[in-house]
């Protein structure tokens, strides 16, 4: 567990955005476990995917999601491998609880809601891939 905690803490303090001019956002609404609307935009969180609705877990994901950043600001980073927005028009990015600096695509990985989308590599695919790893293996 001790393990766990410290990978993921230099996982998350390494990938904090250095910017101290960063945008906050609101958070108006949870639509799945991997996907938010902040202010306008439909952000899909990059690097993680989620189970759809109807699937097993959909609700789980979804609800903790909505737990991290119910009436929470938040700030995003965006990618240098992959686009700006997906094929919805959805932004894609990493999104980051501006009232702790939790990386919560990471968290998402941590806490096994959801998985790697690696179909899709991003920057922090390894990173999180071992945080993947770590959950599976029960440490």
């Known amino acids: 567990m001790k393990k766990l905690l410290l990978v993921f803490l230099v996982f998350a303090l390494s990938c904090q955005p250095e910017s101290p001019e960063r945008k906050v ?16 935009i439909t952000v899909r969180l990059l690097g ?5 609705k109807g699937d097993a877990g959909f609700v789980e994901a979804s609800e903790y999601l909505s737990e991290l950043l119910d009436d929470e600001l938040v700030y995003l980073e965006y990618d240098t491998i992959q686009p700006k927005f997906d094929r919805y028009g959805r932004t894609l990015a990493f999104v980051y609880r501006s009232s702790d600096n939790l990386f919560i695509n990471a968290e998402i990985i941590r806490a096994g809601m959801g ?25």
């Not at 609101?26 to 799945?32: A, Q």
């Not at 998985?115 to 440490?139: D, H, R, S, W």
């Open 115 to 139: 998985m790697v989308f690696e179909e899709y590599p991003c920057k922090y695919t390894t990173e999180l891939l071992e945080l993947q790893n770590i959950y599976q293996a029960g440490l």
């Open 25 to 40: 956002y609101p958070v108006t609404r949870i639509i799945d476990g991997d996907t938010i609307v902040v202010e306008n």
């Open 48 to 52: 993680i995917d989620t189970p759809e």
